[in-house]
């Protein structure tokens, strides 16, 4: 599939996963909400494409053009990033927990926009690169989450020990297989569905909180989790 053109699509929610996109022009396309799990578009362009809440799991990025790329909120989640340009793009709130930069020259980051994204100790960004400069969310153990907005934040296998998430804003949101073990998670927000299948939430702090709308199948709890006291527990 190489060197197909499909700039200027409109392929929202399009189904794209584990295709060969390599080379593939995507300029100025609409892939709002798009499937690109494990897919390659390795040397793509994507300049002012609009990947915004992709779902882009393991996604290759090399050596693509993502210019101006409108990436807000995607799910990048151990995709690969090594040699992208991506001056100009916009990455608000993206999930880039095990996201590879690579060493590339911070130059290709110029004007990009990494405000309120997630990244974790494996997420690898390029030499000389202060993700400090922006307000962004380390996801880890002891991680301070108070009051963060991680709406529909893809957290599996996350390691989330003694992390503060007082009233976070923890809706719709996936943490299964997560560490939580000493988690506060006092006034956290789970009015909509929140999947903890096979989390660890011993000695977690659940006080203060509705979770009605939770998922607690196969989680690892015990004397020492402080659920509400109004909560059957499964």
Same mark, same amino acid.
């Given at each position: 599939m190489d060197f197909i053109d499909l700039s200027h699509q409109d392929l929202t929610q399009a189904e794209?996963?584990?295709?060969?996109?390599?080379?593939t022009n995507l300029s100025n396309s609409n892939l709002y909400r798009a499937g690109l799990f494990k897919s390659n578009l390795y040397a793509a362009n994507l300049q002012k494409a609009n990947l915004s809440h992709s779902?882009?799991?393991?996604?290759? !990025?090399?050596? /693509?053009? #993502?210019?101006?790329?409108e990436?807000?909120?995607?799910? @990048?989640?151990?995709?690969n990033l090594i040699g992208a340009d991506l001056r100009g793009a916009n990455f608000h709130g993206a999930n880039l927990r095990g996201v590879d930069f690579g060493d590339m020259d911070v130059a290709f980051l110029s004007g990009a926009n990494f405000q309120?994204?997630?990244y974790d100790l494996e997420t690898?960004?390029?030499?000389?690169?202060d993700i400090s400069q922006f307000d962004a969310h380390f996801i880890g153990k002891n991680a301070n989450l108070q009051s963060?907005?991680?709406?529909?934040?893809? !957290?599996?296998? /996350?390691? #989330?020990?003694y992390a503060n998430l007082v009233h976070a804003? @923890?809706?719709?949101?996936?943490?299964?297989?997560?560490d939580l073990r000493h988690a506060n998670l006092n006034n956290a927000n789970f009015d909509s569905f929140v999947d903890f299948s096979n989390a660890d939430l011993r000695y977690c702090d659940f006080s203060n909180t509705d979770l009605s709308q939770v998922l607690m199948d196969n989680t690892h709890f015990d004397e020492s989790t402080k659920f509400p006291t109004d909560y059957i527990q499964p």
């Amino acid at each position: 599939m190489d060197f197909i053109d499909l700039s200027h699509q409109d392929l929202t929610q399009a189904e794209l996963s584990n295709l060969d996109l390599s080379h593939t022009n995507l300029s100025n396309s609409n892939l709002y909400r798009a499937g690109l799990f494990k897919s390659n578009l390795y040397a793509a362009n994507l300049q002012k494409a609009n990947l915004s809440h992709s779902y882009a799991i393991g996604l290759n !990025l090399c050596d /693509a053009k #993502l210019n101006n790329a409108e990436v807000s909120y995607a799910n @990048l989640y151990q995709a690969n990033l090594i040699g992208a340009d991506l001056r100009g793009a916009n990455f608000h709130g993206a999930n880039l927990r095990g996201v590879d930069f690579g060493d590339m020259d911070v130059a290709f980051l110029s004007g990009a926009n990494f405000q309120d994204v997630l990244y974790d100790l494996e997420t690898n960004f390029p030499n000389g690169f202060d993700i400090s400069q922006f307000d962004a969310h380390f996801i880890g153990k002891n991680a301070n989450l108070q009051s963060a907005n991680l709406h529909s934040a893809y !957290l599996r296998n /996350a390691d #989330l020990r003694y992390a503060n998430l007082v009233h976070a804003d @923890l809706r719709n949101c996936s943490l299964q297989h997560a560490d939580l073990r000493h988690a506060n998670l006092n006034n956290a927000n789970f009015d909509s569905f929140v999947d903890f299948s096979n989390a660890d939430l011993r000695y977690c702090d659940f006080s203060n909180t509705d979770l009605s709308q939770v998922l607690m199948d196969n989680t690892h709890f015990d004397e020492s989790t402080k659920f509400p006291t109004d909560y059957i527990q499964p």
